[in-house]
C-alpha cells in the first residue's frame, strides 16, 4: 500500500491542487490522507469542496480526511470558516457554513496502519500502546510543542510548522527527526508550499514526492 500524506492546507487551493498532481490514487493499492487544517486561508470552501469532490470520486476510505484544531475551531463557534477567506462576502460565506460543519463533524482524530498513525497534531506517547486511549481529543489536534524521538509506531503529523521544529525558518519541507516522528506542515500561507508524504508500508520507507520524483526521506540533521 502506498498512503500519500499531505496537512495544514489552509485555504490555499491552488498549491493544494499542485499537491494533488503529484498523487496517484488510480490503483487500489493507494490511498490519501489529509491531516486537518483545511480552512482560514485565502478559499477555504473551495478547498473544502475540493476534498468532498475527492471522497465522493474516490471514497472515504480512500480518502480519508481528519480534523484538526481549525475545523475544532469552526464547530465551537470560535472563527467562522470564511475567517481570511477573500474568495466570498462574510454574509455568504455564513450561509454556507452549516452544511460544511457537519461534515467537519464526522472527520476522524486519527488513522492508524499496523506501523503509522496519522493525526494533526500528535498523541499522547506516554500512553505507549494505550495511546488510541490514553490521548484525548485536544492532544490528537492541538499537542505543542512538537514531541521528537523513538515510539514504536511512525508517527505523521501537522499542526507545527516544519520552520518552527527544524529552528529554521527556511525550510518548508517534511522535517524527520531520525527516529519515528515525521512533520508536514510546510506553512503554506507562508511559503506557497504543501509537502507530500508518500509511505510505502509494503517496505515501511517514507518518502517526499516532488515534481522530480519521490526521495528517501533523510533525518534534518544528516540532510541539513
Known sequence: MKIYAMSDIHGCLAE?????????????????????????????????????????????????????????????????????????????????????????????????????????AGIEEDAEDMWEWGTDDYTFTEKYPAETGFFYMGIIAGHIGTAVISGNQRYHDIYFDGEIHYYIDGTVLESGIIPVLMVDTEINKYYQVTGAGNWLILAYDEEN
Not at 17 to 24: I, K, M, P, R, Y
Not at 52 to 79: C, F, P, S, T
Request: aromatic content about 10%; proline content about 3%; glycine content about 8%.
Open 16 to 120: 493544494f491542487e499542485e499537491a494533488l498532481s503529484l498523487v496517484d490514487l488510480s490503483d487500489d493499492d493507494s490511498m490519501l490522507i489529509l491531516l486537518g487544517d483545511y480552512v482560514h486561508g485565502p478559499d477555504s470552501y473551495g478547498v473544502l469542496r475540493k476534498i468532498i469532490e475527492l471522497q465522493r470520486r474516490y471514497g472515504q476510505d480512500k480518502v480519508v480526511a481528519l480534523i484538526g484544531n481549525h475545523e475544532d475551531m469552526v464547530i465551537d463557534g470560535r472563527w467562522p470558516i470564511c475567517g481570511g477567506d477573500n474568495s466570498k462576502r462574510y454574509d455568504d460565506c455564513k450561509a454556507e457554513e452549516d452544511e460544511y460543519i457537519e461534515w467537519m463533524k464526522s472527520l476522524p482524530r486519527y488513522y492508524a496502519t499496523e506501523h503509522q498513525i496519522f493525526c494533526h
